[in-house]
């Protein structure tokens, strides 16, 4: 547990504290556990010191009173950092996956200083307001011309159905829900393993201080939706990977904005991956982060 930006963070370590750094961030309402143990164990055992941590308002970290004490998603970026600190590390590479991959990129382009390499994972990019499409997507409402592509028709009937349903009234129902999740997130094409998935799910509901807190993210979005700022990628100098599966249901096509913005991105598109980590990806993935987080030694 470390202490910072006024609250408590889980925070988990793997490797040799002598080996490259890299610093794993989780997107909206999600546990550090979500970077799949497979995918950590790989980039451990390959020679990367690799780091996790639970978001405020997920996991075992801080539960927090938003009523009280409101936070925006600068706040969430600037936990990120406390992380990094608390650890004693300067710079990291740094590894964002949906919404923390948003996170990334915006350390990215405020601390270019604390930033090795960048590496984002199903993500979109920084200061499009993607909540906003999101948003619109789920409400019937059309689309803006500037817009970013909205999620897959999919997505937005399951989540649709799922926003004019009671909310899961206890810890089977909300477990099945998260497993119905996964399955739609996981995409199509690659095989779905419910009972590996239940026994993740399980594991992130039993050790959340109080689950449902995560939702406080999306009321962060909400009340602070000009927080995330706009027109910075085109400055990002670090060294920088974009990742996004051939299946991604939330954010299709993101990616190839994202790498379009920051100079020098590369785009890799992983056949079949949807939104999910799942584990028939988990080598190319950790292949491909380890080539990119050995392109540029820590100093």
Known sequence: MIE????????????????????LIAG?????VTWPDALVGRLAAAGRRVIRYDHRDTGRSS????????????????DALGVLDAYGIPAAHI?????????????????????????????SPLGRREGEVLMRALTGQPSR????????????????????????????????????????????DLPFDEDEQRRQEERIHDRARRPGSETGHQR?????????????LGGVTAPTLVIEGTREP?????????????????????????HLLAPQVLGEVADALLAHTGARPVT
């Open 95 to 123: 590894a964002g996956h949906s919404a923390g991959g948003l996170v990334a990129q915006w350390i990215a382009a405020e601390h270019p200083d604390r930033v090795l390499s960048l590496a984002v994972i199903g993500s």
């Open 220 to 232: 962060a979005g909400v009340a602070y939706p000009d927080a995330e700022p706009a027109g910075l």
């Open 4 to 23: 910072t930006n006024g609250v408590e963070l889980w925070t988990e370590e793997f490797g040799d504290p002598a080996h490259p750094p890299v610093l």
């Open 28 to 32: 909206s309402m999600s546990q550090g």
């Open 250 to 274: 939330v954010k299709p096509g993101h990616g190839a904005l994202i790498a379009a913005e920051i100079p020098g991105a590369g785009l890799l598109m992983i056949e079949g991956m949807g």
């Open 145 to 188: 011309p500037d817009d970013l592509p909205p999620p897959t028709p999919a997505f937005v009937e399951f989540y649709t159905k799922a926003m004019a349903s009671p909310p899961p009234a206890d810890r089977a129902a909300a477990i099945d829900f998260a497993i119905a999740t996964a399955r739609l997130l996981n995409g199509p």
């Open 63 to 78: 539960v927090i009173d938003f009523e009280r004490d409101p936070y925006s998603w600068a706040a969430v970026k600037d």
